[in-house]
């Protein structure tokens, strides 16, 4: 059964960047697409944007897409975001999570991490 | 982007009871692809319903869905205390990809 597990910093001040890593576990990386999610406190979920073999696929929301990039390391199985130039308001829940296409839902999502942006 | 509204922000239900959600899109959403997803405080969203009316596998049947164009809903019949949660729809027809704010299942 594939498992997803992001990691990260907890902690980022404001105007640095934020990296995160999910690593997945049971099952191949390839042939996926791999997305990032968000959920600030209290508020609803977000999709920053997927990655899709080796990066020949990116997909950005466009609201986002000037601060994020989205990696995959295959050797490691590892999807990485990095998020630039964060404010308060990049203070959220980050999951990532698989889908079967680009046309797909969100199936499994990893258990998330809290980042939260303060100086 | 195409913007989900859920209704109600709160359902307080009592265990054995039926929830009825509702979920509406500012526009048609492509193709009824529609999800929605069942989520507890500290835990991932977890599927439950795609392409509007489809159950998950391993999904009981007391959780159905229906809908297409611009209105969706989520019934839950006979509400097991395991199923108090937030429940989230989400449209994967047009990119970006969107979210309702959610809908808060509690015990009455």
């Known amino acids: 059964q594939v498992q997803l597990q992001e990691s990260g910093p907890g902690l980022v001040k404001p105007s640095e960047t934020l990296s995160l890593t999910c690593t997945v576990s049971?099952?191949?990386?390839?042939?996926?697409?791999w997305s990032w999610i968000r959920q600030p406190p209290g508020a609803g979920l977000e999709w920053i944007g997927y990655?899709?073999?080796?990066?020949?696929?990116?997909k950005y929301n466009p609201s986002l897409e000037s601060r994020v990039t989205i990696s995959l390391d295959m050797s490691k199985s590892q999807i990485s975001l990095e998020f630039n130039s964060v404010t308060a308001a990049d203070t959220a829940v980050y999951y990532c999570?698989?889908?079967?296409?680009?046309?797909?839902?969100?199936?499994?999502w990893g258990r998330g991490t809290l980042v939260i942006v303060s100086s | 982007e195409n913007v989900l509204t859920q209704s109600p922000g709160t359902l307080s239900l009592s265990p054995g009871e039926r929830a009825t959600l509702s979920c509406r899109a500012s526009?048609?959403?492509?193709?009824?692809?529609l999800a929605w997803y069942q989520q507890k405080p500290g835990q991932a969203p977890r599927i439950l319903i795609y392409?509007?009316?489809d159950r998950a596998t391993g999904i009981p049947d007391r959780f159905s869905a229906s809908g297409s164009g611009t209105d969706f809903t989520l019934t839950i019949n006979r509400l097991e205390p395991e199923d108090f949660a937030v429940y989230h729809c989400?449209?994967?027809?047009?990119?970006?990809?969107?979210f309702g704010q959610g809908t808060k299942v509690e015990i009455k």
């Open positions: 989400q449209q994967y027809g047009s990119a970006p990809w969107t």
């Open positions: 392409g509007a009316s």
């Open positions: 999570a698989r889908s079967n296409s680009w046309i797909n839902w969100f199936d499994p």
């Open positions: 049971g099952g191949s990386i390839s042939q996926y697409y």
């Open positions: 526009q048609s959403v492509v193709g009824n692809y």
């Open positions: 990655i899709y073999n080796r990066g020949r696929a990116n």
